[in-house]
């Protein structure tokens, strides 16, 4: 199929994006940066968007640096972006691991990071791993401009706190201080499925010992979140076999698994024990 009838719009600055954004959501305005997600719901008339504002020409929106104790993330930074480490330590590590989890590799060389975050699939890595880790995104309007922390911007499937007439420009992640151990994993049918249930695990040693732990489950329920419960088994405790196993477990009890016709809340139930216990346990390698 082909896409229903749409305007076209091609902005230079920011200023000029936000101001037809004011314009044209009314009328069911979207925003096109990698357009991996958008267009083949278009092609198949499952969006049919009246204006499309194309952000791709915007130089200020490839953005990629560290900034403030902060990676700042531009709206039109690519996930291919990411293939290497993007910044120094634990964090451009973590990313560079994650990246090869994503899709495939024409879509990693198209989509971008802030496009996945406002997609808000359930599945998402990158949702995933700013969930865990608290980021915040800074949302922009000709009204002005917000920042919105991870934990208050996914709201439910395919549903954040954006409004319509806002332009998410840019997402921003904590530094990780040197030390922090990080581990990622999840579970698909095939490489570049969506996954079925991801987690990520992070701590840092204190004594010995795991200090500020951070468990995130994503693709489980429909916005990825932190574990309380997973964590305050990790706290305080040695790392090892025994508390990654405890700390599965306590999340696999806090979870509400969503359900499908291919896929039972109880077997979500059970892969949130291993990739759990799977990424605390890259974490400690």
């Known amino acids: 199929m082909k896409p229903a009838a749409f305007r076209y719009h091609a902005p230079k600055t920011v200023d000029e994006a936000v101001a037809l954004l004011a314009e044209v959501a009314p009328e069911d305005g979207r925003v096109l940066a990698g357009g991996q997600s958008l267009v083949p ?3 198949f008339r499952l969006a049919k968007p009246g204006h499309l504002v194309d952000i791709n020409g915007i130089a200020a929106l490839d953005r990629l640096e560290v900034k403030g104790g902060k990676l700042v993330i531009g709206a039109c930074v690519r996930h291919s972006a990411f293939d290497k480490p993007v910044c120094d330590g634990p964090l451009g590590r973590l990313l560079a691991n994650v990246v ?3 899709a495939h590799y024409p879509i990693r060389n198209r989509g971008t990071f802030c496009g996945s ?3 808000a699939d359930p599945a998402s890595e990158w949702a995933l791993v700013l969930t865990a880790l ?3 995104i800074l949302a922009r309007s000709a009204k002005g401009e917000r920042v919105i922390a991870a934990r208050d911007f996914f709201q439910a499937i395919m549903t954040t706190a954006l409004r319509d007439d806002e332009l998410l420009v ?3 992640l904590p530094v990780l201080a040197a030390g922090t151990r990080c581990g990622f994993y999840e579970f698909s049918r095939r490489a570049g499925d969506f996954a079925m249930a991801a987690a990520v695990g992070v701590y840092r040693f204190d004594g010995g010992k795991m200090g500020e732990p951070r468990v995130a489950l994503g693709g489980v329920e429909p916005t990825p979140r932190r574990i309380a419960e997973a964590e305050k088994a990790l706290s305080g405790a040695e790392p ?3 508390a990654f196993r405890a700390a599965a477990s306590a999340a696999a009890a806090a979870v509400d698994p969503m ?5 039972s809340a109880e077997f979500r139930r059970d892969l949130v ?8 346990e890259r974490a400690a390698a």
Do not use: F, N
């Open 41 to 43: 719901t278009m092609a």
């Open 100 to 102: 090869r989890h994503i």
């Open 117 to 119: 975050l406002a997609h």
């Open 134 to 136: 608290d980021g915040e």
């Open 170 to 172: 840019e997402a921003r």
């Open 240 to 242: 090892g076999d025994k």
């Open 259 to 263: 359900e499908d016709a291919t896929t």
């Open 273 to 280: 024990l291993a990739v759990t216990r799977r990424a605390l």
